[in-house]
């Protein structure tokens, strides 16, 4: 299977945070949902595949292309949703088209213009007097207007009302049936994750907790929860993220360490929400012991 997307060993250290050793990819023709917490490292890292920050270590491939060496390159064959808008907001559509149009070899103006219809986008209002989610649709419509095959969005559904959300990932499953293409799509909406997603890349604290497939996840990992006294010995330190309460307990535990528990206590599938909040806890647990 071809990689769109190739990271390995990616670090890159500030005075208050670092990403360490951060490796994953995306093959051709999937989704990936890019998830963890705020402050994780996620745009940190979006900005390093864009080479918008200069790394320490490792290497980025996009198209097979190096990140830094073939930066223009592989920017005219990306396209980038990030959560505000990057366009002159005192413009309308049609002069930010002819802004446009000179810096891609593939600009289509018909293929734009028929998206700002489609997405029933005003042509002659200044695009910073648009909503976030009209904002959103046109940074969409300029990706989809130079073929772009790879598309990067941070957090685009960021404040976004439930319309808007759902139009966009019908937009993002109407893209990807192109097999040759991608998208890297992050987010701390973890819904969207669940609906559209073939991959998920997990970081916490700038290291990748978890990078897979999106059904391998949500299959290897439960909630567990009952009376502290039922949990068999040994048990209890391959919990992640352990909770006492004063009638209980709950915890995240992978699937396969499941056999032979107790009745007494109930287990069930982990939505990816539940894993973010379980590592969450404990780190916030690993900090305080």
Not at 11 to 31: H, M, N, R, W
Not at 168 to 193: C, K, Q
Not at 236 to 253: Q, S
Request: net charge negative; proline share 2%.
């Amino acid at each position: 299977m071809e990689n769109i997307l190739e990271i390995q060993g990616l670090c890159k250290a500030y005075d208050d945070f670092a990403l360490k050793d951060v490796s994953f990819s995306l093959p051709k023709g999937f989704i990936m949902g890019f998830v963890g917490e705020n402050g994780s490292g996620k745009t940190t890292t979006i900005r390093a595949i864009l080479n918008m920050a200069n790394i320490d270590s490792g290497k980025i491939s996009v198209f097979g292309l190096d990140s830094v060496t073939d930066t223009i390159s592989i920017k005219e064959r990306l396209g980038v949703v990030f959560d505000s808008l990057y366009l002159a907001e005192h413009l309308n559509v049609r002069q930010i088209e002819q802004q446009l149009k000179p810096f891609y070899k593939d600009w289509n103006s018909e293929e734009f213009f028929s998206r700002i219809k489609e997405f029933d986008l005003p042509d002659n209002r200044k695009v910073g007097d648009f909503s976030k989610g009209m904002k959103m649709k046109l940074m969409v419509a300029v990706a989809l207007s130079h073929k772009a095959e790879l598309i990067i969005l941070d957090e685009p559904t960021s404040g976004l009302d439930p319309v808007a959300r759902d139009e966009l990932l019908d937009i993002l499953a109407e893209y990807i049936e192109d097999e040759n293409r991608g998208v890297l799509f992050s987010t701390h909406i973890t819904a969207d994750v669940e609906r559209i997603a073939d991959y998920v890349t997990i970081l916490h604290n700038g290291k990748v907790w978890y990078t897979g497939t999106k059904d391998e996840l949500t299959e290897s990992y439960a909630v567990i929860k009952g009376a502290e006294e039922d949990i068999p010995s040994g048990l209890k330190e391959k919990f992640i993220g352990f909770h006492a309460y004063r009638n209980g307990f709950d915890a995240l535990i992978r699937t396969d360490n499941l056999e032979g528990i107790p009745d007494s206590l109930e287990s069930e599938k982990a939505s990816i929400d539940e894993i973010l909040v379980y590592i969450a806890k404990e780190e916030k647990h690993e900090r305080h012991s």
